[in-house]
Each structure stands twice: as structure tokens, then as C-alpha cells.
């Protein structure tokens, strides 16, 4: 038996099980103070611990729930990304992989985040600021002829829109008055690559993807059912006379719904609104929809004012803002803005390419940690390791 000094014999003497539970926090402080009676330090601690707690195996759980907790609330604290060093923070998040996931049904519920305003803590639903649910696309129910609309990144710029645009917008948001389920939002990045996650992410019961990225059955998956275009991409020439390009590029996505920010900037408009109408005339069964830019404004009040200060929020961010709003549980795939993973292997930014990570436009790091944030406080599930082997996620399913 370990030895114990005679002060240490004295105080567990006239320790309660109040004392008790007070000694547990010795695995985190290295001493406590047991309700003015005695302090017990270092080894004395662990040795009282050993002997209270069941035996060894008992006192490594407790020791590795309070190391869990401990780790849960560092995540859970926002931090500039710039102040990360990488190497210790990898380590600390590869740690924290083997702890069990504490979903938290009040914070998916209320889709909040935390605020902190001197000791006062608030919620604020990002319902009750964006309502995704009723205005995160342009219909014919929020959105009226001859309406003029805003250009998001403007404060001058604006739209009217015509009886032809109106006509080809969707009766309403196919989603609202429902819960999505488990949704499965796919980021494009360099570590799904060789990740065998594509079963898994399949499985989900709706699957959000970006950019018209490329799919696999292996690592990201097949199937779609909500995707993001970039209006970049929609520079086909002749395409009114010549759609199959197009037609090639989409329909390997199947019916899925594409998504294109058709009002971000004034250069975005003329080919978005090509081809809505020209895959509403020759492939009516894949819907086209546009986002709302006054729903992309308030969202990105709504994150300017919890301190993520951005050009513009990635298409990434914004999907999974709204994905809290319509789906019951949400997992985040793909999301992981460093040049190397947790074991310090070099990845590249896509899945699909070898581009290094350019800083021009997004701030990824300052994004994901927000997303941490949210995995920590159990309003999503981040996974962050390749899903074939045990503790693929940020979850540890119990």
C-alpha cells in the first residue's frame, strides 16, 4: 500500500462523502481543499483516491471523465484561430477523440450558440435571428413580383425581380413545416481523402455537399440531395443552345437540388438565372433555387456580432448555420482547415485535388473553431478521423 502522511490519515477521518467527491478534483488541480479540514496535495490525493474509489480501474475512469470535462470546456471556449499552435492543439483534439460525445438535445433544439456578456450567459436561436425555415431561398411565397431585392455584399446594388423570374421560383421552401432527420454535411476537404467515410455518410437522411464536388462511394459518398453551385461554374458558352454540358456536370447528383447564390455579387446573376431556366425546360426533375441575400445578410450578422469577422462566410458555414434550423441531428463532415491531420500527415485542401489552402477569401480556421465550439457544446458531431477505424469521430457512440 501506497504511503500516506499523518495529516492525510487525520483528514479522511472526518471526511464525508461531500469531502469525498471534493478529493476527485485532485486528478485536474493537483490538490483540494477539503471544506477548511486539511489540504491534501499531489500524491496524497491520488493515494486517497485509489483507496475510496473502487480500485484502480474506477479511479482511471474518474481520472479520464474529469480529463474529458476538463478538455470539453477548453473546446467549448472560443479562441483567435491565429493563437493556435498547431501541433499541441492536434494533440489535445486526438485526445479529446476518445472521450464519449455528450450530445446536447437543449442546444440542437434551440440551434443556439453561447454568448458570453460579463457572468451573464445567453442562448439566441439562429431561428429567431435568420428563420432559415422560411427565408433561406427565394420563393414565390416570401419573395413578390417586382420586389426589389438587395445584392448580399452590397450596400447599393439591388435586384428587381421580373413576372419571368417569379414564375420559375418554388411555391414555397420544400423543407419548411418538417425535420430533416440525421443530415450529413459534406465539406470538400483534403481529409475525407482515403477516409472511407462514403457508407456512412450515405446512410444519413439527407446529405448536403458543395461546389459541385466530386462523389465516390468509398470516401465522401453518392448520395445527394442538396448541393451548392458556385456561379463560377456556370460559365458555359451557348447555353441555351447548347446545355449538355451542363446537363453532364449535374446529373450525376441524380434529382438533387442545387443551390446557387444568384444575388451575391451583380456578376453572379445573368448565368444563374440561365440556368434555372435552363434546367427547369430540359430537366425539370432536379429543382434549382437560389439563395435569399437577405437571408445570407442576417446570417452574417448574425456571426459578425459573435466576433467572426469575414469578407464573407463560407458556403460551408452558411450550409451548416442552416442545417441546425432543418435537421434533428446534424454531422459535419469534411471540415478541416490545416495542412496536416491529426497525426501530423500533410493533407491538401480538397478531397479531390492537390491545391494548398489559400487565405484570401475564407477564414477557415476561425470557422472550425467555431464548429468545435458547437461539437463541444452538443448542438453537431464533427468528424475529424477516417470512419473505418474505432473512434472515427469527434463521437464515441456509447
Not at 63 to 80: N, Y
Request: charged share 20%.
Amino acid at each position: 500500500m501506497a504511503y500516506m502522511t499523518v495529516e492525510t490519515r487525520l483528514a479522511l477521518a472526518r471526511m464525508t462523502p461531500v469531502h469525498h467527491k471534493a478529493l476527485v478534483l485532485a486528478s485536474v488541480t493537483g490538490e483540494v481543499q477539503t471544506a477548511g479540514v486539511h489540504m491534501l496535495q499531489g500524491q496524497d490525493a491520488l493515494v486517497v483516491m485509489q483507496q475510496h474509489f473502487c480500485g484502480r480501474d474506477a479511479m482511471t475512469e474518474t481520472l479520464q471523465q474529469l480529463r474529458c470535462a476538463k478538455l470539453r470546456r477548453k473546446f467549448s471556449i472560443i479562441r483567435p484561430a491565429k493563437s493556435i499552435e498547431l501541433k499541441s492543439f492536434t494533440q489535445e483534439l486526438s485526445e479529446f477523440l476518445s472521450c464519449p460525445y455528450k450530445s446536447n438535445q437543449t442546444e440542437s433544439e434551440l440551434n443556439s450558440v453561447c454568448v458570453t456578456a460579463g457572468t451573464e450567459t445567453k442562448r439566441v436561436r439562429l431561428q429567431f435571428c435568420c428563420n432559415a425555415t422560411e427565408s433561406f431561398i427565394l420563393t414565390k411565397h416570401n419573395t413578390a413580383v417586382n420586389q426589389t431585392i438587395p445584392y448580399e455584399t452590397s450596400t447599393t446594388k439591388t435586384y428587381k425581380i421580373t413576372a419571368a423570374l417569379h414564375s420559375m421560383l418554388p411555391e414555397d421552401i420544400p423543407w419548411s413545416g418538417q425535420r430533416l432527420g440525421q443530415c450529413a454535411v459534406v465539406g470538400s476537404g483534403g481529409i475525407l481523402k482515403n477516409s472511407s467515410c462514403g457508407r456512412e455518410i450515405d446512410s444519413a437522411d439527407f446529405v448536403i455537399r458543395f461546389n459541385l464536388a466530386a462523389i465516390n462511394d468509398s470516401d465522401v459518398g453518392m448520395k445527394t440531395d442538396l448541393i451548392t453551385v458556385n456561379p463560377s461554374q456556370l460559365g458555359f458558352k451557348n447555353l441555351e443552345k447548347n446545355p449538355d454540358p451542363l446537363l453532364e456536370r449535374v446529373s450525376v447528383y441524380g434529382n438533387a437540388t442545387l443551390i446557387i447564390p444568384a444575388f451575391a455579387y451583380t456578376f453572379c446573376t445573368s448565368n444563374s438565372i440561365k440556368t434555372l431556366k435552363v434546367l427547369k425546360s430540359v430537366r425539370p426533375q432536379q429543382p434549382v433555387v437560389f439563395f435569399s441575400p437577405s437571408y445570407l445578410r442576417m446570417l452574417d450578422r448574425f456571426w459578425k456580432g459573435r466576433g467572426l469577422r469575414e469578407v464573407r462566410l463560407s458556403s460551408g458555414f452558411i450550409m451548416i448555420s442552416t442545417a441546425l434550423e432543418l435537421c434533428e441531428d446534424v454531422h459535419v463532415y469534411g471540415f478541416w482547415p490545416f495542412g496536416s491531420d491529426l497525426q501530423e500527415r500533410p493533407v491538401p485542401y480538397h478531397y479531390y485535388d492537390q491545391l494548398k489552402p489559400h487565405r484570401y477569401m475564407h477564414k477557415m480556421p476561425e470557422e472550425f473553431v467555431r464548429l468545435l465550439q458547437l461539437h463541444s457544446q452538443g448542438a453537431l458531431t464533427l468528424h475529424l478521423q477516417p470512419c473505418s477505424s474505432p473512434g472515427a469521430a469527434l463521437e464515441n457512440h456509447l
